[in-house]
């Protein structure tokens, strides 16, 4: 799969290099989804994200309102995940079904009201099947009904900064209230594999029995790519085909969202050609050369032919994308830069960047923002404040408003999490 990629990613390079019209150093390479599938294709949005750093290092359409269907169900297990860290749910626990959960419409296990299950298998059940009646089962033991579930998950999406997104039900059936966007998704599945890595495993498990039936996981990419181990898909007709994937390639860990696919095939074949192009930039950074995934959202269009397969709309239509690398543009604004010295700052405005469940994460944090954006953020400066709502703040001090403003933009600039906070 690797070495497809990669012959086909070298193909196009070679094909660009000698079939389009020379363009400015500064401009960067096109991912042509768009102009390979239909302009009646509007659902399609996608993001690429370092899960380390939460850098963003590809985004379209990220912040466009989507449905998230089955994805949904994403939301529901962090919850499952928080009730058993804090003690207050066992895998081992039974939880009994419910005639409202029972007539939930199929994808479901098919339990009947008033049988149990144990927390493990509704949880596995979630996960591989995407089953609505465990998820709504769930729902009513953790929240009391799946209504104010629902408005636990929003306000915990929220919390997490997920600022576009409303949870209406548990289990991502079709609600044209239920919103969520790419990002928000991205910031969702890097904060389940962050705060309850212990549980993480259940959404790399590619088959489940129950009661002597064997269900595979919706989520193919398990077994087509390599290092893929999570995390989930999800579909209705108004959604289109969409999945959050993450994988792990020479200690490196991307997440991956691509909503509104025309099909299963093409989700899959666009969420890896960005999985393994991102791969590829971070081993490429690695040895000192400053490059970034092309983005379509800003460049100019291709001043050469767009090539489209010549089959109607179906799977076959992504065999003709291939992403390319460009070297990343210095920014337009380097030269007028206000530069502001580490620890001389002078004031009392704060900078927030991040906040996570545990101190250690935010500490890492703190170090890994200092070290790359040095210019702005001095690690003396950097601190980790009481527990608040269930997270630790990564702060850091002693700046001006106007310093403040600028080392924000500077994270901002790189789509990373950035907050001014004002002097109390």
């Not at 039936?213 to 398990?222: D, K, P």
Request: charged share 25%; hydrophobic share 40%.
């Amino acid at each position: 799969m690797f070495e497809r990629a990669r012959r086909l990613f070298a193909s196009v390079v070679l094909a660009a290099a000698t079939t389009v019209a020379p363009v400015a150093s500064t401009a960067q390479a096109q991912v042509p989804y768009l102009q390979l599938l239909p302009a009646s294709q509007p659902k399609y949005a996608a993001v690429v994200v370092d899960a380390k750093t939460g850098e963003v290092l590809y985004a379209k359409r990220a912040d466009s309102p989507r449905y998230p269907a089955s994805i949904t169900k994403v939301m529901t297990l962090y919850l499952a995940f928080e009730a058993l860290a804090s003690g207050r749910l066992k895998l081992d626990d039974e939880i009994v079904v419910s005639p409202r959960a029972a007539a939930q419409a199929p994808t479901k296990l098919g339990l009947r009201a008033g049988d149990k299950i144990a927390v493990r298998d509704v949880i596995l059940a979630m996960c591989t099947k995407s089953a609505n009646d465990m998820a709504v089962a769930m729902a009513e033991k953790l929240g009391g009904s799946e209504a104010r579930f629902a408005a636990m998950m929003t306000l915990r999406a929220h919390e997490l900064g997920m600022r576009n997104t409303r949870f209406v039900n548990a289990s991502g059936l079709p609600d044209s209230r239920q919103i969520s966007t790419a990002r928000d998704i991205a910031i969702l599945s890097r904060a389940v594999m962050r705060d309850y890595p212990q549980y993480y495993g259940f959404f790399s498990a590619k088959n489940f029995t129950y009661r002597g039936v064997t269900m595979r996981n919706h989520n193919g990419m398990l077994n087509t790519m390599p290092g893929v181990d999570g995390i989930k898909t999800g579909y209705t007709n108004a959604s289109g085909f969409n999945i959050a994937v993450s994988g792990v390639r020479d200690n490196r860990r991307l997440i991956t969202v691509v909503l509104g696919a025309p099909s299963t095939a093409v989700r899959n074949e666009n969420a890896e050609d960005l999985m393994l192009t991102g791969f590829d930039v971070m081993a490429r950074r690695d040895r000192g050369e400053n490059i970034t995934i092309a983005q379509n959202l800003f460049d100019p269009e291709p001043s050469g032919p767009v090539t489209r397969p010549s089959i109607a709309q179906g799977d076959g239509e992504q065999d003709g994308l291939k992403i390319v690398l460009a070297s990343a543009p210095p920014p337009a604004s380097a030269s007028r830069t206000k530069i502001v010295e580490p620890g001389k700052k002078g004031g009392k405005w704060m900078v927030q960047v991040g906040a996570f469940k545990s101190k250690a994460d935010a500490k890492e944090q703190l170090a890994l923002v200092s070290k790359r954006f040095g210019k702005h953020f001095d690690p003396r400066d950097g601190q980790v404040g009481n527990k608040v709502g269930g997270s630790y703040r990564a702060r850091f001090s002693g700046y001006t408003e106007a310093s403040a403003r600028d080392a924000c933009q500077a994270l901002k600039a790189k789509r990373l999490a950035c907050m001014v906070i004002k002097p109390a």
